[in-house]
């Protein structure tokens, strides 16, 4: 009888804006990203566990024209460089520039990676080697949840970050926390 066992990553997938900062709303400019309070110690508890941190985000505002993609660029770099300053590695961050109506002609598309399609989660579990079995997706959006749920993300969590949900909207998680500090609490008390 042999054993085999499972080689793959685990992941912690996070959507960017209303989980990693605070969602002002299309925002592009290193000044204008204001974390969102505890983010550092929190994505750091599931670093140091062993999770790979993936970031999966729509930006839409690169197809309707509001940023490029370059802007877009050089925001991800400074974010990542925050992340890295306080010993986190960010393994990749995907974005999907599309938009289904609103957007310039080469972004207009009904494309597989916007959420709540689940193609960016899918590039990052082929690229990176992750087990969704073993991984957890944070949003802020019911489209988070779906997306997570096609991709058959195992542990699948809303936060509040300011913001309250429908019973509809917060059905589509396994649980509602009021932001990823919360989240992180719960998660490594939740077997003592």
Not at 49 to 64: C, E, K, Y
């Amino acid at each position: 009888m042999s054993l085999t066992f499972n080689n793959k990553n685990k992941a912690l997938f996070l959507d960017r804006d209303g989980v990693i900062n605070v969602d002002h709303g299309y925002v592009y400019k290193p000044e204008e990203f204001e974390f969102i309070a505890d983010v550092f110690s929190a994505v750091k508890a599931f670093s140091d566990d062993g999770f790979l941190i993936v970031v999966i985000t729509n930006q839409s505002g690169i197809g309707r024209g509001y940023y490029s993609e370059s802007q877009f660029d050089h925001l991800t770099q400074w974010m990542m460089n925050e992340f890295k300053s306080r010993g986190i590695t960010i393994s990749t961050v995907k974005f999907c520039p599309h938009h289904p109506k609103n957007a310039q002609p080469e972004y207009l598309m009904d494309c597989d990676c916007r959420k709540p399609a689940p193609g960016m989660i899918l590039d990052a579990i082929s690229e990176l080697n992750i087990d969704p079995a073993q991984s957890i997706f944070v949003g802020d959006k019911e489209s988070d949840m779906k997306a997570a749920s096609s991709a058959n993300v195992q542990f699948k969590y809303l936060v509040e970050s300011g913001q309250t949900f429908s019973d509809q909207q917060a059905q589509s998680a396994d649980a509602v926390f009021s932001d990823l500090s919360a989240l992180t609490q719960y998660w490594f008390n939740r077997s003592n």
